[in-house]
């Protein structure tokens, strides 16, 4: 069976796979929401409007209100590539959402994470 692509993957299946990743080192799922709200711009609502559906990845960036343009401040390497040199624009998005996620992880302080 051939690997699906994380383009193609479930919104519903990624998102509880980063919060497990956020609450292994005691963080919230509330953190979680706030990095996503932030990178893409959507509201509290939006999100769990988003999150109830059962759409691609994919759809969830293509229909983001606005990808926040702090985001490009957000370098380093996430599965061995860095993030910055991705060339693919939905890739670099997906990128950037896990590379902020891992740094909630690594107990980064939520105003260095956003870039504020």
Same mark, same amino acid.
């Given at each position: 069976?051939? !690997?699906?692509?994380?383009? +193609?993957?479930? *919104?519903?299946?990624?998102?509880?796979?980063?919060?497990?990743?956020?609450? !292994?080192? +005691? !963080?919230?799922?509330?953190?979680v929401n706030q990095i996503i709200r932030w990178l893409a711009g959507y509201s509290q609502?939006?999100?769990?409007?988003?999150?109830?559906? $059962?759409?691609?990845?994919?759809?969830?960036?293509?229909?983001?209100?606005? &990808? +926040?343009? +702090? %985001?490009?401040?957000?370098?380093?390497?996430? %599965?061995?590539?860095?993030?910055?040199?991705?060339? $693919?624009?939905?890739?670099?998005? &997906? #990128?950037? *959402? $896990?590379? *902020?996620? $891992?740094?909630?992880?690594?107990?980064?302080?939520?105003?260095?994470? *956003? #870039?504020?």
């Amino acid at each position: 069976m051939p !690997r699906q692509s994380i383009f +193609n993957m479930s *919104l519903s299946k990624i998102y509880p796979m980063l919060v497990q990743k956020a609450e !292994r080192k +005691n !963080r919230t799922q509330a953190e979680v929401n706030q990095i996503i709200r932030w990178l893409a711009g959507y509201s509290q609502t939006e999100l769990a409007a988003q999150l109830a559906k $059962d759409i691609p990845y994919q759809t969830f960036f293509e229909e983001a209100p606005q &990808i +926040n343009p +702090n %985001c490009a401040l957000s370098t380093g390497v996430v %599965c061995g590539v860095r993030v910055e040199d991705i060339e $693919d624009p939905l890739m670099q998005k &997906i #990128r950037w *959402l $896990d590379k *902020l996620v $891992d740094e909630l992880a690594k107990g980064k302080m939520m105003e260095k994470i *956003l #870039r504020e």
